[in-house]
């Protein structure tokens, strides 16, 4: 009262029984002084219902957009992670199998087109070292057989030379007989 005599409004929140409310006073001055009070009552049951509405509403588009956002940040993992990963998989079982031409084909500028342009190196020279050990393996067989050879010639040198000798050693025998 003290408020709205010195020509105040005034509102409050009421709960009561009934219901929630706003009580709003504003005095009614005629030539400057208070001669009197109006006061109204404004239910807020309506605006509770819309605020229920509203948080439910609120509710459902956020656990809509949290599936929504899964989906999608799963639908982003599987093409920009999965799918490179499951390349350099495909890429090493074939290496695996011995396939010599096996590459991963990754042709963005990411980590993992950098990782691929450094595992396509590596097997690059994998397989040079490979040709190299390889031809170094022929170069070395051939000089082995070659060696071969020269020792099967010289055995049988020695084993005619051993038939001579015998056959010597046997006449000279003979001669002394």
Same mark, same amino acid.
């Given at each position: 009262?003290?408020?709205?005599?010195?020509? %105040?409004?005034?509102? %409050?929140?009421?709960?009561?029984?009934?219901?929630?409310?706003?009580?709003?006073?504003?005095?009614? @001055?005629?030539?400057? @002084?208070?001669?009197?009070?109006?006061?109204?009552?404004?239910?807020?049951?309506?605006?509770?219902?819309?605020?229920?509405?509203?948080? @439910? &509403?609120?509710?459902?588009?956020?656990?809509?957009?949290?599936?929504?956002?899964?989906?999608?940040?799963?639908?982003?993992?599987?093409?920009?992670?999965? &799918?490179?990963?499951?390349?350099?998989?495909? /890429?090493? /079982? &074939?290496v695996r199998d011995g396939d010599p031409t096996a590459t991963v084909r990754v042709s963005t500028a990411d980590e993992f087109g950098v990782l691929a342009s450094h595992f396509n190196?590596?097997?690059?020279?994998?397989?040079?070292?490979?040709?190299?050990?390889?031809?170094?393996?022929?170069?070395? @067989?051939?000089?082995?057989? &070659?060696?071969?050879?020269?020792?099967? %010639?010289?055995?049988? !040198? !020695?084993?005619?030379?051993q038939r001579s000798l015998s056959h010597a050693e046997r006449l000279a025998l003979s001669g002394r007989i």
């Open positions: 009262g003290d408020q709205i005599r010195k020509g %105040r409004v005034v509102s %409050r929140l009421v709960n009561a029984e009934g219901g929630r409310y706003w009580e709003v006073m504003a005095p009614v @001055t005629l030539e400057g @002084t208070v001669t009197g009070a109006v006061a109204a009552k404004f239910s807020l049951d309506r605006a509770d219902r819309l605020a229920s509405r509203i948080r @439910t &509403r609120a509710f459902a588009l956020t656990a809509a957009s949290v599936v929504v956002m899964g989906f999608l940040m799963t639908l982003a993992v599987r093409l920009v992670v999965d &799918r490179p990963v499951r390349q350099f998989m495909a /890429a090493i /079982a &074939r190196e590596m097997l690059a020279r994998i397989h040079q070292f490979n040709d190299e050990l390889e031809a170094k393996v022929k170069e070395a @067989t051939a000089e082995l057989d &070659r060696r071969y050879q020269e020792v099967q %010639r010289l055995n049988e !040198l !020695l084993f005619r030379m």
